[in-house]
């Protein structure tokens, strides 16, 4: 874990001297006092004030497509997603339906977003098709654009979650709904293929997007506190951003 900023540093992995090389996503709690990390086997770790409330090798199951993590907004518990887009739920998060649930069978789902009220949750694929559950309202796609990408990497919810914005592996941005376009990788003259995540600022009218190196990328109020880059030291492993 890298923190710049305010960002408090609770804890790593490597620092409990446990020693893994298979974590997918990373997500931080409400105050930003603590984070979850999940493995794809659906391990979670827990740092600061985050809550550990379940895991999958807990359970007995045995899953190795784990691509994410979300809290619920007590943050008393969290979802994971499948790349399948199975889910699987803890604590206090309801489990409102998913793909495989349908009978619909993909390969390709890269990330997951809650509702504000956590009655529901959005998946995005790596095309960037969107699947909506519970009361999360569907408001586009790039396949329904007519638009074919197969490297997003990520999606964000509006602060009312009345849109969302997704973000490909060169930087690319889509904005759907009520969220905010503050710029894109490409449209800066910046050529990468790398970008892993975003995450958006608290008025929505900014995000950050971090890279496997750990490179950041900041649009709109979005402001830049620094990147592993800069601090000299040399990466390709950063997986996950999440805000402090």
Same mark, same amino acid.
Do not use: E, K, N, Q
């Given at each position: 874990?890298?923190?710049?900023?305010?960002?408090?540093?609770?804890?790593?992995?490597?620092?409990?001297?446990?020693?893994?090389?298979?974590? $997918?996503?990373?997500?931080?709690?409400?105050?930003?006092?603590?984070?979850?990390?999940?493995?794809?086997?659906?391990?979670?770790?827990?740092?600061?004030?985050?809550?550990?409330?379940?895991?999958?090798?807990?359970?007995?199951?045995?899953?190795?497509?784990?691509?994410?993590?979300?809290?619920?907004?007590?943050?008393?518990?969290?979802?994971?997603?499948?790349?399948?887009?199975?889910?699987?739920?803890?604590?206090?998060?309801?489990?409102?339906?998913?793909?495989?649930?349908?009978?619909?069978?993909?390969?390709?789902? $890269?990330?997951? $977003?809650?509702?504000?009220?956590?009655?529901?949750?959005?998946?995005?694929?790596?095309?960037?098709?969107?699947?909506?559950?519970?009361?999360?309202?569907?408001?586009?796609?790039?396949?329904?654009?007519?638009?074919?990408?197969?490297?997003?990497?990520?999606?964000?919810?509006?602060?009312?979650?009345?849109?969302?914005?997704?973000?490909?592996?060169?930087?690319?941005?889509?904005?759907?709904?009520?969220?905010?376009?503050?710029?894109?990788?490409?449209?800066?003259?910046?050529? $990468?293929?790398?970008?892993?995540?975003?995450?958006?600022?608290?008025?929505?009218?900014?995000?950050?997007?971090?890279?496997?190196?750990?490179?950041?990328?900041?649009?709109?109020?979005?402001?830049?506190?620094?990147?592993?880059?800069?601090?000299?030291?040399?990466?390709?492993?950063?997986?996950?951003?999440?805000?402090?």
């Amino acid at each position: 874990v890298f923190s710049f900023g305010d960002a408090p540093f609770a804890g790593s992995l490597p620092g409990l001297g446990v020693h893994v090389h298979d974590i $997918v996503g990373m997500v931080s709690t409400a105050d930003g006092g603590g984070y979850w990390m999940v493995g794809r086997d659906g391990g979670v770790f827990a740092f600061g004030d985050a809550g550990y409330v379940g895991s999958l090798p807990a359970l007995g199951v045995h899953v190795h497509d784990i691509v994410g993590i979300v809290p619920t907004p007590t943050g008393r518990g969290y979802w994971m997603v499948g790349s399948d887009g199975g889910v699987f739920a803890f604590g206090d998060a309801g489990f409102v339906g998913s793909l495989p649930g349908l009978g619909v069978h993909v390969a390709d789902i $890269v990330g997951v $977003v809650p509702t504000a009220d956590g009655g529901g949750y959005w998946m995005v694929g790596s095309d960037g098709g969107v699947f909506a559950f519970g009361d999360a309202g569907f408001v586009g796609s790039l396949p329904g654009l007519g638009v074919h990408v197969h490297d997003i990497v990520g999606i964000v919810g509006s602060p009312d979650r009345a849109g969302y914005t997704m973000v490909g592996r060169d930087g690319g941005v889509f904005a759907f709904g009520d969220a905010t376009f503050a710029g894109s990788v490409p449209a800066s003259g910046v050529h $990468v293929d790398d970008v892993v995540g975003i995450v958006g600022t608290p008025s929505g009218l900014g995000y950050v997007m971090v890279a496997a190196d750990g490179g950041v990328f900041t649009f709109g109020d979005a402001v830049y506190r620094g990147s592993v880059p800069g601090l000299g030291l040399a990466v390709d492993d950063v997986v996950a951003v999440a805000a402090g």
